[in-house]
């Protein structure tokens, strides 16, 4: 599996990001796939974001729940993250992943969003 994130790499404060996961290798539908959005602040660890299932359920972590919207089009394999006003201390860089069980987990390289005026 191959995943790919991509998006607009500077975001001005108070924008919305556009971020999508490119899924190659497996459908985003195969049963017991989830589908998450990770970012990882510089100098900080992983924040966990939320996800979209492989039957199209989403689950958000707070803080993230009340800004971010996880989406999916099945036709085109791809996973989206929609984030709206954004913030400096959005800067990160955002991964996809996707995760069936121990044995079935994969990461993207990551795309980084720096949010700067």
């Known amino acids: 599996v191959q995943l790919q994130e991509s998006g607009p790499g500077l975001v001005k404060p108070s924008q919305t990001l556009s971020l999508t996961c490119t899924v190659s290798?497996?459908?985003?539908?195969?049963?017991?796939?989830?589908w998450s959005w990770i970012r990882q602040p510089p100098g900080k660890g992983l924040e966990w974001m939320g996800a979209i299932t492989y039957s199209g359920s989403t689950y958000y972590t707070p803080p993230h729940n009340s800004r971010t919207s996880i989406s999916r089009d099945n036709a085109k394999n791809t996973v989206y993250l929609q984030m709206n006003s954004l913030k400096p201390e959005d800067t990160a860089v955002y991964l996809c992943n996707a995760k069936a069980n121990p044995h079935y987990d994969y990461w993207g390289q990551g795309t980084q969003v720096t949010v700067s005026p």
């Open positions: 290798g497996e459908s985003i539908t195969t049963n017991f796939y989830y």
